[in-house]
Nanobody, 125 residues
Framework: QVQLVESGGGLVQAGDSLILSCVTSGFTFSSHAMGWFRQAPEKEREFVAA????????YYADSIKGRFAISRDDAKNTVYLRMNNLKPEDTAVYYCAADYGVPAYYSDHKQYDYWGQGIQVTVSS
């Protein structure tokens, strides 16, 4: 069955870095665009970053542009989110997601077919 499993989260201090990983199985990873979303308490799920199925295009939310980087390794069926210079407002549960082909809007969570269970990232000030 389809599985997306995030790892790499935790509690860090402001200014620190983390790398989130999302290992996938059960679908053709190389044919899917991948995205990262996050949800803070009492807030809606928001787009963080996405990468096209080919890896040739990446997309970022303005709030994290220049600090986060998304990448993929098709040989490992894994997508990564490198997060630098973390801020307290980055605190959230982070989710990876997959969408077959080319999403109409990479930032729209409704485009994505498969989701991970989420992983907590907490940034203390």
């Amino acid at each position: 069955q389809v599985q997306l499993v995030e790892s790499g989260g935790g509690l860090v201090q402001a200014g620190d870095s983390l790398i989130l990983s999302c290992v996938t199985s059960g679908f053709t990873f190389s044919s899917h665009a991948m995205g990262w979303f996050r949800q803070a308490p009492e807030k809606e799920r928001e787009f963080v970053a996405a990468i096209s199925w080919s890896g040739g295009s990446t997309y970022y939310a303005d709030s994290i542009k220049g600090r986060f980087a998304i990448s993929r390794d098709d040989a490992k069926n894994t997508v990564y989110l490198r997060m630098n210079n973390l801020k307290p407002e980055d605190t959230a549960v982070y989710y990876c997601a997959a969408d077959y082909g080319v999403p109409a809007y990479y930032s729209d969570h409704k485009q994505y077919d498969y989701w991970g269970q989420g992983i907590q990232v907490t940034v203390s000030s």
